[in-house]
Protein backbone atom coordinates (compact mmCIF):
# COMPACT_ATOMS: atom_id res chain seq x y z
CA UNK A 1 0.00 0.00 0.00
CA UNK A 2 1.56 3.50 -1.14
CA UNK A 3 1.07 6.48 0.65
CA UNK A 4 1.18 10.02 -1.03
CA UNK A 5 2.53 12.37 0.48
CA UNK A 6 1.57 16.08 -0.10
CA UNK A 7 4.31 18.36 -1.60
CA UNK A 8 4.68 21.50 -0.44
CA UNK A 9 3.50 23.67 -3.05
CA UNK A 10 -0.04 21.36 -2.55
CA UNK A 11 -0.11 21.78 1.09
CA UNK A 12 1.69 25.76 1.07
CA UNK A 13 -1.37 28.39 1.07
CA UNK A 14 -1.73 30.15 -1.10
CA UNK A 15 -0.86 33.98 -0.83
CA UNK A 16 -2.20 37.41 -2.38
CA UNK A 17 0.84 38.03 -4.40
CA UNK A 18 0.83 34.45 -6.24
CA UNK A 19 -3.10 34.40 -6.50
CA UNK A 20 -5.19 33.50 -9.39
CA UNK A 21 -5.56 35.59 -12.44
CA UNK A 22 -8.99 36.98 -11.69
CA UNK A 23 -7.62 38.12 -7.98
CA UNK A 24 -4.47 39.85 -9.60
CA UNK A 25 -6.49 42.26 -11.75
CA UNK A 26 -8.16 44.35 -8.76
CA UNK A 27 -4.90 44.97 -7.55
CA UNK A 28 -3.38 45.76 -10.59
CA UNK A 29 -6.08 48.37 -11.82
CA UNK A 30 -5.52 50.01 -8.60
CA UNK A 31 -1.31 50.31 -9.53
CA UNK A 32 -2.71 51.05 -13.12
CA UNK A 33 -5.16 53.74 -11.95
CA UNK A 34 -3.17 55.67 -8.60
CA UNK A 35 -0.87 57.81 -11.24
CA UNK A 36 -3.79 59.12 -12.72
CA UNK A 37 -5.76 59.74 -9.41
CA UNK A 38 -2.89 61.49 -8.32
CA UNK A 39 -3.11 63.69 -11.45
CA UNK A 40 -6.91 63.92 -11.25
CA UNK A 41 -6.89 67.31 -8.91
CA UNK A 42 -4.05 69.58 -11.68
CA UNK A 43 -6.36 68.00 -14.82
CA UNK A 44 -9.57 69.58 -12.81
CA UNK A 45 -7.64 72.90 -12.04
CA UNK A 46 -6.75 73.23 -15.39
CA UNK A 47 -10.21 72.61 -16.26
CA UNK A 48 -11.52 74.88 -14.22
CA UNK A 49 -8.76 77.94 -15.33
CA UNK A 50 -9.23 77.06 -19.11
CA UNK A 51 -12.35 75.13 -19.90
CA UNK A 52 -14.65 77.48 -18.36
CA UNK A 53 -13.60 80.69 -19.23
CA UNK A 54 -13.61 79.53 -22.98
CA UNK A 55 -16.95 77.93 -22.29
CA UNK A 56 -18.24 81.23 -20.63
CA UNK A 57 -16.69 83.48 -23.67
CA UNK A 58 -18.92 81.27 -26.21
CA UNK A 59 -21.90 82.09 -24.53
CA UNK A 60 -21.31 85.69 -24.61
CA UNK A 61 -20.55 85.48 -28.32
CA UNK A 62 -23.90 84.63 -28.52
CA UNK A 63 -25.14 87.72 -26.83
CA UNK A 64 -25.68 91.75 -27.48
CA UNK A 65 -23.37 91.95 -24.98
CA UNK A 66 -22.44 95.86 -24.27
CA UNK A 67 -20.91 98.10 -21.18
CA UNK A 68 -24.78 98.39 -20.43
CA UNK A 69 -24.78 95.00 -18.95
CA UNK A 70 -21.98 94.36 -16.97
CA UNK A 71 -23.15 94.09 -13.97
CA UNK A 72 -24.83 91.09 -14.92
CA UNK A 73 -24.17 90.03 -18.41
CA UNK A 74 -26.49 87.00 -18.11
CA UNK A 75 -29.29 89.24 -18.42
CA UNK A 76 -28.01 90.47 -22.02
CA UNK A 77 -30.81 89.50 -24.90
CA UNK A 78 -29.27 86.72 -27.27
CA UNK A 79 -28.42 88.27 -30.92
CA UNK A 80 -27.60 85.12 -32.48
CA UNK A 81 -25.30 84.98 -34.93
CA UNK A 82 -25.45 88.50 -35.25
CA UNK A 83 -22.09 89.28 -33.78
CA UNK A 84 -20.64 86.52 -35.94
CA UNK A 85 -22.21 87.83 -39.05
CA UNK A 86 -20.80 91.53 -38.20
CA UNK A 87 -17.10 90.38 -37.59
CA UNK A 88 -16.76 88.46 -40.83
CA UNK A 89 -18.74 91.06 -43.45
CA UNK A 90 -15.12 92.67 -44.87
CA UNK A 91 -17.00 95.35 -46.72
CA UNK A 92 -18.56 96.69 -43.35
CA UNK A 93 -16.12 98.64 -41.18
CA UNK A 94 -15.52 96.23 -38.46
CA UNK A 95 -14.91 93.46 -40.50
CA UNK A 96 -12.72 95.10 -42.74
CA UNK A 97 -10.54 96.15 -39.83
CA UNK A 98 -10.92 92.75 -38.29
CA UNK A 99 -9.32 91.11 -41.86
CA UNK A 100 -6.87 93.34 -42.15
CA UNK A 101 -5.69 93.00 -38.56
CA UNK A 102 -5.52 89.09 -39.26
CA UNK A 103 -2.93 89.50 -42.70
CA UNK A 104 -0.75 91.55 -40.05
CA UNK A 105 -1.12 88.97 -38.03
CA UNK A 106 -0.17 86.42 -40.30
CA UNK A 107 2.51 88.39 -42.01
CA UNK A 108 4.17 89.19 -38.56
CA UNK A 109 3.77 85.40 -37.05
CA UNK A 110 5.48 83.28 -40.68
CA UNK A 111 8.37 85.68 -40.26
CA UNK A 112 9.10 85.91 -36.57
CA UNK A 113 8.65 82.13 -36.56
CA UNK A 114 10.88 81.50 -39.85
CA UNK A 115 13.58 83.94 -38.36
CA UNK A 116 13.48 82.32 -34.83
CA UNK A 117 13.79 79.06 -36.43
CA UNK A 118 16.50 79.97 -39.02
CA UNK A 119 18.55 81.98 -36.03
CA UNK A 120 17.89 79.36 -33.26
CA UNK A 121 19.10 76.39 -35.57
CA UNK A 122 22.07 78.18 -37.09
CA UNK A 123 23.07 78.72 -33.18
CA UNK A 124 22.63 75.18 -31.85
CA UNK A 125 24.34 74.05 -35.08
CA UNK A 126 27.39 76.53 -34.07
CA UNK A 127 27.20 75.06 -30.38
CA UNK A 128 28.00 71.78 -31.41
CA UNK A 129 31.32 72.55 -31.82
CA UNK A 130 33.74 72.48 -28.68
CA UNK A 131 35.71 76.07 -27.92
CA UNK A 132 36.72 77.81 -25.23
CA UNK A 133 33.46 79.96 -23.73
CA UNK A 134 31.09 77.69 -24.82
CA UNK A 135 29.21 77.42 -22.01
CA UNK A 136 28.87 80.79 -21.43
CA UNK A 137 27.79 81.98 -24.31
CA UNK A 138 24.95 79.12 -24.12
CA UNK A 139 24.16 80.77 -20.74
CA UNK A 140 23.86 84.45 -23.03
CA UNK A 141 22.12 83.29 -25.58
CA UNK A 142 18.86 81.63 -23.11
CA UNK A 143 18.54 85.46 -21.51
CA UNK A 144 16.48 87.14 -23.81
CA UNK A 145 14.05 83.71 -23.21
CA UNK A 146 14.50 83.82 -19.33
CA UNK A 147 13.44 87.13 -18.80
CA UNK A 148 10.28 88.17 -17.85
CA UNK A 149 8.34 90.03 -20.94
CA UNK A 150 7.33 93.09 -19.60
CA UNK A 151 11.28 93.64 -18.51
CA UNK A 152 12.38 92.90 -22.07
CA UNK A 153 9.92 94.63 -23.89
CA UNK A 154 10.26 97.91 -21.79
CA UNK A 155 13.79 97.64 -22.16
CA UNK A 156 12.71 97.77 -25.81
CA UNK A 157 10.67 100.51 -25.45
CA UNK A 158 13.21 103.22 -24.22
CA UNK A 159 15.71 101.54 -26.81
CA UNK A 160 13.40 102.55 -29.78
CA UNK A 161 12.84 106.00 -28.27
CA UNK A 162 13.16 108.67 -30.97
CA UNK A 163 15.38 111.34 -29.17
CA UNK A 164 17.30 109.61 -26.97
CA UNK A 165 17.14 106.05 -28.12
CA UNK A 166 20.00 103.29 -28.55
CA UNK A 167 18.81 101.96 -31.42
CA UNK A 168 19.11 105.88 -33.65
CA UNK A 169 21.99 106.60 -31.37
CA UNK A 170 23.87 103.74 -32.96
CA UNK A 171 22.03 104.00 -36.18
CA UNK A 172 22.16 107.77 -37.19
CA UNK A 173 24.78 108.85 -34.55
CA UNK A 174 27.32 106.62 -35.25
CA UNK A 175 27.09 104.34 -37.87
CA UNK A 176 25.14 107.00 -40.18
CA UNK A 177 22.74 104.49 -41.90
CA UNK A 178 19.67 106.63 -41.23
CA UNK A 179 19.44 110.70 -42.76
CA UNK A 180 17.46 111.41 -39.69
CA UNK A 181 16.13 109.70 -36.24
CA UNK A 182 13.48 107.15 -36.83
CA UNK A 183 10.13 106.65 -35.75
CA UNK A 184 10.01 103.15 -34.41
CA UNK A 185 6.81 102.77 -32.41
CA UNK A 186 4.65 104.62 -34.51
CA UNK A 187 3.22 104.37 -38.67
CA UNK A 188 5.01 101.58 -40.31
CA UNK A 189 8.65 101.09 -39.38
CA UNK A 190 5.87 100.29 -35.74
CA UNK A 191 5.93 96.49 -38.02
CA UNK A 192 9.58 96.15 -38.01
CA UNK A 193 10.22 96.43 -34.27
CA UNK A 194 7.63 94.37 -33.12
CA UNK A 195 8.92 91.94 -35.37
CA UNK A 196 12.53 92.52 -33.98
CA UNK A 197 11.46 92.35 -29.95
CA UNK A 198 9.46 88.96 -31.42
CA UNK A 199 12.13 87.55 -32.68
CA UNK A 200 14.75 88.78 -30.13
CA UNK A 201 12.63 87.04 -27.28
CA UNK A 202 11.35 83.99 -29.23
CA UNK A 203 14.79 82.70 -31.09
CA UNK A 204 16.56 81.16 -27.79
CA UNK A 205 13.72 78.84 -27.50
CA UNK A 206 13.91 77.77 -30.59
CA UNK A 207 17.65 77.65 -30.17
CA UNK A 208 17.27 75.34 -26.81
CA UNK A 209 14.81 72.74 -28.24
CA UNK A 210 16.93 72.29 -31.29
CA UNK A 211 20.07 72.24 -29.57
CA UNK A 212 18.77 69.36 -27.45
CA UNK A 213 17.25 67.23 -30.42
CA UNK A 214 21.02 67.69 -31.60
CA UNK A 215 21.88 65.50 -28.67
CA UNK A 216 19.88 62.82 -30.07
CA UNK A 217 21.88 62.50 -33.27
CA UNK A 218 24.53 59.95 -33.27
CA UNK A 219 28.39 61.31 -34.05
CA UNK A 220 29.17 58.25 -36.22
CA UNK A 221 26.55 59.08 -38.83
CA UNK A 222 28.67 62.55 -39.17
CA UNK A 223 32.03 60.60 -39.32
CA UNK A 224 30.96 58.19 -41.58
CA UNK A 225 29.96 61.38 -43.72
CA UNK A 226 33.29 62.95 -43.51
CA UNK A 227 34.71 59.50 -44.66
CA UNK A 228 32.54 59.44 -47.88
CA UNK A 229 33.59 62.95 -48.44
CA UNK A 230 30.44 64.95 -47.71
CA UNK A 231 31.16 68.54 -46.72
CA UNK A 232 29.42 70.48 -43.87
CA UNK A 233 26.46 71.45 -46.46
CA UNK A 234 26.03 68.13 -47.08
CA UNK A 235 25.90 66.82 -43.99
CA UNK A 236 23.25 69.22 -42.74
CA UNK A 237 21.18 69.02 -45.57
CA UNK A 238 21.70 64.81 -45.20
CA UNK A 239 22.09 64.64 -41.70
CA UNK A 240 21.07 67.02 -39.55
CA UNK A 241 17.80 68.27 -40.80
CA UNK A 242 16.08 64.44 -41.54
CA UNK A 243 17.33 63.84 -37.88
CA UNK A 244 15.89 66.47 -36.36
CA UNK A 245 12.40 66.46 -38.33
CA UNK A 246 9.99 65.26 -35.54
CA UNK A 247 11.66 67.84 -33.13
CA UNK A 248 11.04 70.79 -35.99
CA UNK A 249 7.42 69.58 -36.46
CA UNK A 250 6.58 70.34 -32.61
CA UNK A 251 8.63 73.49 -32.48
CA UNK A 252 7.09 75.23 -35.80
CA UNK A 253 3.90 74.29 -34.57
CA UNK A 254 4.38 75.94 -31.10
CA UNK A 255 6.16 78.82 -31.86
CA UNK A 256 3.10 79.33 -34.56
CA UNK A 257 0.38 79.13 -31.93
CA UNK A 258 2.27 81.22 -29.36
CA UNK A 259 3.34 84.18 -31.82
CA UNK A 260 -0.21 84.21 -33.44
CA UNK A 261 -1.77 84.67 -30.14
CA UNK A 262 1.16 87.04 -28.61
CA UNK A 263 -1.23 90.04 -26.73
CA UNK A 264 2.18 90.85 -24.31
CA UNK A 265 4.51 91.91 -26.51
CA UNK A 266 2.19 94.85 -28.87
CA UNK A 267 0.19 95.63 -25.50
CA UNK A 268 3.38 96.22 -23.74
CA UNK A 269 5.31 97.87 -26.59
CA UNK A 270 2.68 100.21 -28.30
CA UNK A 271 0.09 99.99 -25.35
CA UNK A 272 -4.01 99.95 -25.45
CA UNK A 273 -4.48 101.25 -29.17
CA UNK A 274 -1.24 99.31 -31.76
CA UNK A 275 -0.43 101.30 -35.15
CA UNK A 276 -2.39 99.96 -38.01
CA UNK A 277 0.98 98.43 -39.28
CA UNK A 278 1.13 96.55 -36.13
CA UNK A 279 -2.46 95.74 -35.55
CA UNK A 280 -2.22 92.21 -34.04
CA UNK A 281 -5.36 90.06 -33.61
CA UNK A 282 -4.88 89.73 -29.83
CA UNK A 283 -4.86 93.52 -29.06
CA UNK A 284 -7.87 93.98 -32.26
CA UNK A 285 -9.90 91.56 -30.32
CA UNK A 286 -8.73 93.30 -26.74
CA UNK A 287 -9.22 96.95 -28.50
CA UNK A 288 -12.91 95.55 -29.59
CA UNK A 289 -13.95 94.36 -26.23
CA UNK A 290 -12.57 96.41 -23.45
CA UNK A 291 -12.16 99.81 -25.28
CA UNK A 292 -15.44 100.30 -27.23
CA UNK A 293 -17.05 98.15 -24.56
CA UNK A 294 -18.68 95.26 -27.34
CA UNK A 295 -17.82 92.30 -25.38
CA UNK A 296 -20.00 89.93 -27.71
CA UNK A 297 -18.23 91.43 -30.66
CA UNK A 298 -14.96 90.58 -29.38
CA UNK A 299 -16.10 87.31 -27.99
CA UNK A 300 -17.01 86.25 -31.40
CA UNK A 301 -13.92 87.13 -32.72
CA UNK A 302 -12.04 85.06 -29.97
CA UNK A 303 -14.24 82.20 -31.39
CA UNK A 304 -13.29 82.74 -34.53
CA UNK A 305 -9.41 82.99 -34.04
CA UNK A 306 -10.05 79.91 -31.92
CA UNK A 307 -11.59 77.80 -34.70
CA UNK A 308 -9.07 79.25 -37.18
CA UNK A 309 -6.25 77.96 -34.68
CA UNK A 310 -7.83 74.58 -34.53
CA UNK A 311 -8.01 74.06 -38.31
CA UNK A 312 -4.39 75.47 -38.96
CA UNK A 313 -3.14 72.95 -36.36
CA UNK A 314 -4.93 69.87 -37.63
CA UNK A 315 -3.88 70.21 -41.04
CA UNK A 316 -0.64 70.87 -39.75
CA UNK A 317 -0.44 68.12 -37.68
CA UNK A 318 -2.38 65.70 -40.57
CA UNK A 319 0.65 67.34 -43.31
CA UNK A 320 3.38 66.53 -41.31
CA UNK A 321 2.08 62.72 -40.35
CA UNK A 322 1.84 62.22 -43.57
CA UNK A 323 4.96 63.26 -44.84
CA UNK A 324 6.73 61.51 -41.55
CA UNK A 325 5.08 57.98 -42.73
CA UNK A 326 6.44 59.06 -46.28
CA UNK A 327 9.83 59.40 -45.03
CA UNK A 328 9.89 56.39 -43.32
CA UNK A 329 8.79 54.18 -46.28
Known sequence: MTTTVPTEAAVRPSSPGTASGPRRRPGRIRRIGLPYLLLLPALLLELLVHLVPMVIGMVMSFKELTQFYIRDWTTAPWSGLDNYTVSVDFDAPVGEALLHSFLVTVAFTLLSVGLCWCIGTAAALYMQDTFRGRGLLRALFLVPYALPVYTAVIT?????????????????DQLGITDKPTFWLIGDNSFFALLTVSVWKGWPFA????????????????????????GMWQQIRRITLPSLRPVNQVLVLVLFLWTFNDFNTPYVLFGKTAPEAADLISVHIYQASFVTWNFGTGSAMSVLLLLFLLVV?????????????????
Open 207 to 230: FLIVMAGLQNIPRELYEAASLDGA
Open 156 to 172: WVFMFQHDNGLVNHVLH
Open 313 to 329: TGVYLVITSRGRRTADV
